[in-house]
Structures are given as C-alpha cells and as structure tokens.
C-alpha cells in the first residue's frame, strides 16, 4: 500500500520531526503519493520548494496557529529597549508583556510557537534537500540551494535565541532525540561553531542560485537568491564574531547595484503594501491574501495588535486603521532619536509621531473640515477619551497599518526577513573592529537617506551602534545586538514602571486638549527586568521539548 503525503502537525523531542509514523498510511482522494511527490524530476523539485516556502512562509507569520501575532516579529522586538507592550490595561495580550518584562518562564506561548515554527521551516528545507541532493539537474540544484540557505537562517536564528539548538541536516524519524549542537556525540559544535556552519552553508550553496535582477525586480526578493546567501553569512559571521569573513560575505552584496535605500520620501513604504518588494528588500515571506481561506499574508491581527488604540479615543487619522494598541515606544528610545536625527528628519517623522501635535492635530482627520488649528484644540472628534496604557507621548508610526494595508481583518503584508540597511550596518561593524574604513560610506548612506543631523565622520563601532539602534528599531535587531555587545543595563527596568497616556480634556474636563503621562508600576512586588546570566537566551520549551527529550539541557535560569 503507498504511504500518502498528509503531514500532521506535531513538534517532538525538542524539534519538528516526522517519519511513517507521522503520516496516515491510507488511501486518499486527492492527494500525492511521497513516491511520486519526490520522483526526482525537474517539476517535483519545484514543487518541493514551492511547499518549503508555503511552510517558511505560514510558520514565520502564524506558527501552528497559536499566536494572534506574528512570533518571528514580537518576540525578537519585544525584549529591547526601544518598545513597551502595551494594550487596553495590563494583561492584555499577555503573552507580549511576559518577554518585554522579562516574566516570562519556559512555557511561554511566543517562545513555544516560535521555536517550533522554525523547525517546521527546517522540516521543509530538509525534505527538498534529502530527497534531490542527488539529483543531477541545474533545477534540482538550485532548488536544494535555496533549501539550504533557508534551513542556514532558521538554524542562525534558533542560535540567536536560543544558544545551542539541536543542528538539524536531515528529516528524522519519530523516534529521534537529537542533542544541544554542542552535546551532540557525534559532531559537537559550539553556539559560534554553529553559527560559522550556517555562513558556510550559505556560501557553499551560492553558486547554485538565481540573483535579483535589477533594483525594480520584485519576484526577486520573494525566493532565496545569492544577495540572501550573503546576507545569511554575513550576519552569522558577525554574530559569531568572525569580522574578515563577515566583510567578505558581506561585500557582494553591499556593493551589488541590485538594492538600494529607498529615498527619504518612502522610506515608510517599505513596511506598507504601497511600497513591499522595493529596491531595500531583500527577502520577504509571500503569501497571497484570502479573507474566505482565513489566510493573510501576515498573521491575523497581526498588523491590528501593534495598531494605534483607536477605540479609546474620540476619532482617529485618516489614513490609518486601528487596533488594539499592542505596542508602545519607551520616551528615552523616542527622545534620543529626536536627538540624533532631528525634529524634521524623514527618518523621524517615518519611525514615530509625537501624540501632540502630530496625531492630534497635524494628521488628517475625516472630520477636519474647515477647521483651524484653534477648532481643533477644542474639538469632540479628536483626543483620548479615557487612556492608552503603555504608550508614552510617542507612538510607533514605522509599522502601523494603514487602510491600504488590510483586507477587513487580515495583513495584505508578507513578513519581511532581510532589507540592505541591515547589511550595510552589518558590513560596517565588521569594518569598525577590524579598522577598515570602508564601512564610513555605509554608514553615511544610511544617515544620509534618514536626513540625520548626525553623521558619522569615522567607522567605529559605537557610531555603528547608535546608528543601529535608531535605524532597526522594530526589526528584530535590538535585543540580540545588546546581548552580543553586553550592552544589557538598559533592560534591567523593564516592567518596573509603565507609561499610561491621557488627554485632560476629556479626563480632567480642562476646555482644550493637554496629553499627559502618568507613571503605572503594575509589577509592583514581582521580579521583572533582564537578568544577567538568564535573558541572554530564550528558554527551550519546557512542555513541548524539556519533557519529552531528556537529551536537550535547558537553558541556564529556567
């Protein structure tokens, strides 16, 4: 009787493996036998590859359905310095607020549903690569290349978070208990020796890969191509602190006329439908939207949990739609980059507005009319009619949803993986350790496009430093950065005191509208903030891995 490719969803023994045991061996209407799934043709390469990027892109958006918010996006934002969660009161969506606070044990939901999203997308990668490696065709090859640098990201990422993840290079059987990569007894690797096999990863399957075409080649960010490859090695390269390597990766890619900033003027649009797949991307997830298949391009209400929180208020801008207020921006974060760049810099006025005057009164409203900027400071229609808890007189403008965003209650946007500042401030911080001034015009580049008031007139790491906290902020960047630099004293408060928002014109009655702040200590009397020794890394999940594989050893602190 033929076995019939009908995955069940499982995650076991500390990642996601499968054997004969994970599928139903009966007959079914409508499907493929694995045979002839993976018959070694040039078509069933494709296909295999087109299923491991359906699998990348669901479980970097929506791991197994467990999470109302992207995984991949929140819980790598969520620990820095840079953000507060937020929402209508405390607990609200706590499972954003439990890896901001750093209250978060070996069962939190973020940590779960991403750590076994990633080895679904390793799940995936292994099965194009175990069953055409062999395969002699210029197809097959570079469909087992792509494979290969997806499973070399996943792989860097769970090093990332996680320290020593299980080094996964084949599909497993359902009995497979695989070890911490460096307590594996048969081919032990440290976290950086893990890290160096992924940039290795990356380069040996280079040759084998498509290249974006040109600056305006949108298909081309959307499947692995050689510009993602150098990436990938570049970024595991300096995590690992292997600065000449990273430069060599690197330089490809930060020189190729294939990407570019985008200018000032649309510097926003990179993260809106209006702008997605331009000359900055990289790579992105792809899926096309369906609100009657429930699938969105991005997890559901995903774009909704970070939006500003609209419902608390009297009316709203014009252009952007409402949420739940899932997401705050801490003032220090928001006051330094006012600082740096300047009131008037793009880079500003694209990442954050200030809630007076710019969301109150300069955006526009449906109902401005005819009104002058007095009407306003007395008008019903605009101001927090009760508070915005976790918000501070800024608010994140870089990722809220605009209207053109959605469709009803679902993202129109793909998750977007690698952009080119990434790899110019990559490429910059292996040239500042290494004393090579060719990173300067990187860094440059980027302040320039941002209209910075501060521009960097020598490559060292602490201008790459500051440069990178303003430009990644809400990109998956700041929290690994500080762990790597040690750069951590700034988190050790966080959860202690928590910023609520009001308007004294609805609150306190005064005749025109005045934002304030009010100081909240909703953790009064727990342990919150980062730990040294502790949150350096995610937990691997307790339930979900510690339980079932005694061959994985938690991480120190859980």
């Known amino acids: 009787m033929k076995k019939y490719f009908i995955p069940l969803v499982l995650a076991v023994a500390g990642l996601f493996t499968v054997s004969c045991q994970g599928y139903l061996e009966i007959p079914q209407k409508g499907v493929t036998a694995y045979e002839d799934f993976y018959n070694g043709s040039d078509e069933s390469a494709e296909g295999a590859l087109v299923a491991m990027y359906a699998r990348f892109a669901s479980n970097i958006a929506r791991p197994n359905g467990e999470a109302i918010i992207c995984p991949y996006i ?3 934002n969520l620990p820095g310095d840079d953000v507060y969660a937020a929402g209508e009161f405390y607990g ?3 499972f954003n607020g439990q890896i901001n606070e750093f209250r978060f044990d070996a069962n939190a939901q973020l940590v779960t549903s991403m750590y076994k999203g990633f080895y679904q997308m390793i799940y995936g990668a292994n099965l194009v690569i175990d069953n055409f490696s062999e395969v002699n065709s210029t197809v097959a090859q570079r469909c087992v290349a792509e494979a290969r640098v997806l499973r070399a990201w996943v792989h860097m990422m769970l090093a990332i978070g996680w320290g020593t993840p299980p080094l996964v290079t084949h599909v497993l059987d359902g009995a497979a208990k695989p070890y911490n990569c460096d307590l594996d007894p048969d081919n032990p690797m440290s976290h950086n020796e893990l890290l160096e096999w992924c940039a290795k990863e ?3 399957a280079r040759g084998s890969l498509r290249e974006r ?5 949108k298909d081309g960010v959307c499947y692995i191509t050689k510009g993602f490859a150098d990436f990938v090695a570049g970024k595991a390269y300096v995590f690992a602190g292997k600065m000449n390597e990273a430069k060599a990766a690197l330089k490809p890619l930060v020189s190729s006329d294939k990407y570019d900033l985008a200018p000032a003027e649309r510097m926003r649009d990179t993260y809106h439908i209006v702008g997605e797949h331009n000359e900055e991307v990289i790579f992105t997830s792809n899926l096309n939207n369906s609100s009657s298949t429930d699938l ?3 997890v559901w209400m995903h774009q909704d949990i970070w939006g500003w929180r609209m419902d608390h208020c009297a009316g709203q801008p014009a252009s952007i739609k409402g949420g739940w207020g899932g997401l705050g921006v801490r003032e220090d974060f928001a006051k330094a980059l006012v600082a740096n760049d300047g009131w008037d810099s793009p880079r500003r006025k694209a990442w954050i507005r200030q809630f007076d005057p710019e969301i109150l009164y300069d955006m526009p409203y449906n109902t401005d009319g005819s009104k002058t900027l007095a009407d306003k400071k007395k008008a019903d229609d605009r101001g927090i009619q009760t508070y915005l808890y976790g918000q501070s007189e800024y608010l994140q403008y870089k990722r809220v949803c605009d209207n053109a965003d959605m469709d009803n209650w679902f993202s129109t946007i793909g998750v977007l993986v690698a952009r080119i500042a990434e790899a110019y401030l990559l490429y910059a911080e292996a040239c500042a350790v290494t004393g090579d001034s060719d990173g300067l015009q990187y860094l440059n580049k980027i ?3 941002a209209g910075s008031l501060h521009r960097s007139t020598a490559c060292t790491l602490e201008e790459v430093k500051n440069e990178k906290r303003f430009e990644m902020f809400m990109e998956g960047c700041r929290w690994a ?7 951590t004293a700034s988190l050790v408060d966080n959860g202690k005191r928590v910023p609520q928002l009001y308007d004294a014109y609805w609150v306190d009655k005064e005749p025109e509208h005045r934002i304030y702040v009010v100081d909240q200590h909703p953790n009064a009397g727990k342990t919150v903030g980062f730990q040294t020794g502790k949150h350096e890394l995610f ?14 050893r938690q991480n120190p602190g859980y």
């Open 74 to 76: 929140a819980l790598f």
């Open 92 to 94: 609200d969506n706590d």
């Open 202 to 204: 990356c380069l040996e």
């Open 213 to 217: 075409t040109s600056k305006n080649d």
């Open 296 to 298: 969105g391009k991005s």
């Open 447 to 449: 302040q320039d496009r």
């Open 481 to 487: 950065d500080q762990v790597r630099w040690g750069d």
């Open 539 to 552: 937990p691997f999940p307790g339930a979900a891995v510690i339980a079932i594989n005694e061959n994985i």
